[in-house]
């Protein structure tokens, strides 16, 4: 399976989609389709953690103090799903692979995998 996770309105996720090749993704845009509860459980199997899927930088995370709380993986997890901004993008699967956020690592480890 090759799939990606994406918001349309995040320059970045714009930025890295045209720098590789998208032939035979599933794209989704996590805005206009958020991500179900299935989605994220396989989305968990790669990275065996909520937190690795979870958005730091989303302004939600600031505006509701959420940096001050301690949070467990079932609490990463209900904030992914209830709002889409928490889910940390892009997030590539590429087959047995995942590649999650936009570090400078993580899209060069993307780039050397699909090309």
């Known amino acids: ?3 990606i996770y994406f918001l ?3 320059d970045t996720c714009r930025r890295i989609l045209k720098e590789v090749s998208l032939n035979g993704f599933e794209l989704q845009e ?3 389709k958020p991500i179900n509860v299935a989605q994220l459980e396989e989305l968990f199997a790669f990275t065996k953690s909520y937190e690795a899927l979870f958005n ?3 302004k939600l995370y600031k505006e509701k103090n959420i940096k001050n709380q301690n949070l467990s993986e079932t609490d990463y997890r209900q ?3 209830d709002d889409y901004t928490f889910l940390k993008r892009p ?3 590429v087959y047995d692979e ?3 956020g936009n570090s400078k690592k993580v899209i060069e480890n993307l780039k050397a995998k699909i090309g």
């Open 1 to 3: 399976m090759k799939k």
């Open 8 to 10: 349309q309105t995040c």
């Open 30 to 32: 996590v805005k206009a």
């Open 56 to 58: 730091k930088r989303a």
């Open 79 to 81: 904030l992914i799903l």
């Open 91 to 93: 997030v590539f699967i």
């Open 98 to 100: 995942i590649f999650v």
